[in-house]
């Protein structure tokens, strides 16, 4: 069982930056792939970014094509926590952020993620 708690949201202008973090709960974090997905009022949820578990002394990210070159995703194990920079944000990443975790290869498929957070809001104004 793996417990997720996303923090970071919030609401910044246009061109600005936010960074969440997902703090996850259990000693098996380093064998879950991470993915952050995200959800706007009236739409459904969508990917937009993910990282597998260590394969050798490398890790492999994948993003949407709408947050590509514009978000990072990271994770550091010690900490048991999955990490989501986003920078020169638009009114239309404004959603509910929530991060996923699942065994295996990291997918952009929803229903293949196990786990889930609560969510964070993340509101950019024009």
């Known amino acids: 069982q793996v417990q997720l708690v996303e923090s970071g949201g919030g609401l910044v202008q246009a061109g600005g930056s936010l960074r969440l973090s997902c703090a996850a709960s259990?000693?098996?974090?380093?064998?879950?792939?991470m993915g952050w997905f995200r959800q706007a009022p009236g739409k459904e949820r969508e990917f937009a970014a993910a990282?597998?578990?260590?394969?050798?002394?490398?890790?492999?990210?994948d993003y949407a094509d709408s947050v590509k070159g514009r978000f990072t995703i990271s994770r550091d194990n010690a900490e048991n926590t999955v990490y989501l920079q986003m920078s020169s944000l638009k009114p239309e990443d404004t959603a509910v952020y929530y991060c996923?975790?699942?065994?295996?290869?990291?997918?952009?498929?929803?229903?293949?993620?196990?786990?889930w957070g609560q969510g964070t809001q993340v509101t950019v104004s024009s």
């Open positions: 259990g000693r098996t974090f380093s064998t879950y792939a």
């Open positions: 996923a975790a699942k065994a295996g290869w990291a997918t952009k498929n929803g229903n293949d993620y196990d786990y």
């Open positions: 990282i597998s578990r260590r394969a050798g002394k490398t890790y492999y990210a």
